[in-house]
């Protein structure tokens, strides 16, 4: 990229008094955890300061929404700023200018800033933008996906409580500053290697922020990937951390995170924030929920089933999905807790011929082989679980032994993956550590996608049959 990379200080504060202070006002929920390991203490939490004015936007972020556009949201303290985008592609020179809509929400006794979103496009693929929102405040970039393969997916797991990892991790796929990580180590040939293998968006798949009702992270949360969600569409589901219902007070759920995240559900016919899905260069990502309503008939499974159903696998050969709670998981921690959801949704994913699934949620990475029904199938989706590593301190993640035989490695380190669809019928996955640099692959395989199997070609199903 070649460009200087601006690092932002971030100050650490005694988090644990702010947390306390918290739980004081407002016991946290039980929310739907019930694992019995001892969870990391919120020890490593970087605060990300507000440092601009009160109507300046922070918080900007940028995901996909319909075909060629973008949704820009951001928030400002001021209540007057206007939800307005200017943007073009020339730094400075705005030729086009977009109105959207802006919405707020209280929480117990904080109330948000307003929350602002904008939708921008058509956008011509591949192209660096330059946009500035609500008409004051500094100038951001970002880069449009490409029109043709190859395509590049980051796949972010859990975010780790605003710690330490994340912030490096980000540091690492935007900026490759690697300050914390030691200069020495970088050869120039490796930095070449870096600077080569960006990204075109980002999937996570859930537990964002932590805030676990601390509204408060959910600003710090916001102004920390700033500069790396301004840059680059990331597209989210949900994790159980975002649920933050309170008993009688607040029983609905994920109302931060669907005020703050917005995803482009209306645009794949979902009637809810928590599952959609996205088109892009000949790839359909599905993003589920997995706390929400996901049995035989509900919402959530007639629609996943129109959706997959509406899928032209000729011209669309590569079929991904995205979850919190892993359907498959040899780790000791969150065991059987995708299990229902997997009984009520695998034959649909297998009979689509979904080439992938990602789970977040469990501390470590697992990539599975290809599966279906606790067996290995050559047709069925293979499984991968990436999840944080933990802390620094060295809590001890668990594996069950003997390992399985559908699990191919399994490794308790906080990293990223990558999945570069390279053209109709290849894809290369690799996970990268966080401790190692970029171009070293801790794992990687070759893809081929299912839809250029013959022996699995899809079977053209009565629609109206059940299972
Ligand atoms: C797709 O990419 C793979 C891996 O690079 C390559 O072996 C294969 O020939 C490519 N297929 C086409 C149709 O270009
Ligand atoms: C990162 O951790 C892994 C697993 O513990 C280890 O094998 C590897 O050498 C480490 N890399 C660095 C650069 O320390
Ligand atoms: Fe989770």
């Not at 400002?76 to 206007?82: F, G, I, S």
Request: proline share 6%.
């Amino acid at each position: 990229m070649g460009r200087k990379c601006s690092r932002r200080s971030l100050m650490e504060f005694p988090i644990l008094l702010i947390h306390t202070l918290f739980l004081l006002f407002f016991p946290l929920p039980l929310l739907s955890e019930h694992n019995n390991f001892v969870r990391q203490p919120a020890g490593q939490l970087i605060i990300t300061p507000h440092q601009r004015s009160h109507s300046d936007p922070q918080q900007v972020h940028i995901s996909l929404v319909g075909k060629e556009k973008m949704r820009v949201s951001w928030i400002t303290e001021e209540k007057h700023a206007e939800s307005v985008v200017e943007y073009g592609t020339e730094s400075g020179e705005y030729s086009a200018k977009s109105t959207g809509e802006h919405t707020s929400y209280r929480y117990f006794l904080y109330n948000s800033g307003k929350i602002h979103n904008v939708v921008i496009g058509p956008l011509k693929p591949g192209t660096t933008y330059f946009y500035r929102c609500g008409g004051s405040g500094p100038e951001f970039s970002l880069k449009t996906p490409p029109h043709n393969f190859p395509l590049e997916f980051v796949v972010v797991g859990k975010s780790l409580s605003l710690g330490f990892d994340i912030s490096l991790l980000l540091h690492r796929l935007v900026c490759f500053c690697l300050r914390d990580l030691g200069q020495t180590e970088w050869t120039a040939s490796t930095l070449k290697h870096v600077e080569s293998r960006e990204y075109d968006v980002a999937l996570l798949p859930g537990d964002l922020s932590y805030a676990d009702s601390q509204q408060p992270l959910w600003d710090s949360f916001g102004r920390l990937v700033e500069p790396y969600a301004s840059k680059r569409p990331w597209m989210v589901t949900e994790g159980n951390h975002e649920i933050e219902i309170f008993p009688i007070i607040y029983p609905q759920p994920f109302q931060a995170y669907n005020a703050r995240w917005p995803m482009p559900f209306q645009q794949s016919a979902s009637t809810s924030n928590l599952y959609y899905s996205f088109q892009l260069v000949a790839t359909h990502v599905i993003m589920l929920g997995s706390y929400t309503d996901f049995h035989a008939q509900s919402q959530q499974y007639n629609w996943l089933q129109s959706d997959l159903a509406n899928i032209d696998r000729a011209k669309t050969p590569w079929l991904i999905v995205l979850l919190h709670a892993p359907w498959y998981n040899t780790n000791e921690a969150h065991q059987g807790e995708g299990e229902s959801m997997r009984q009520a949704m695998e034959q649909l994913l297998y009979n689509a011929r979904v080439d992938l699934v990602f789970a977040g949620h469990v501390h470590a990475y697992e990539r599975f082989t290809r599966i279906y029904d606790n067996k290995v199938d050559s047709c069925g989706p293979m499984y991968v679980t990436i999840g944080d590593g933990g802390n620094r301190e060295g809590l001890a993640l668990m594996f069950k032994n003997p390992p399985s035989p559908l699990s191919l490695y399994r490794e308790p380190s906080f990293g990223h993956g990558r999945l570069r669809i390279v053209n109709e019928t290849h894809a290369h996955w690799s996970w990268h550590r966080n401790n190692d640099t970029d171009a070293v692959v801790a794992d990687g395989i070759w893809i081929e996608s299912l839809s250029s199997s013959q022996a699995c070609s899809i079977q053209q199903d009565d629609p109206n049959e059940e299972l």
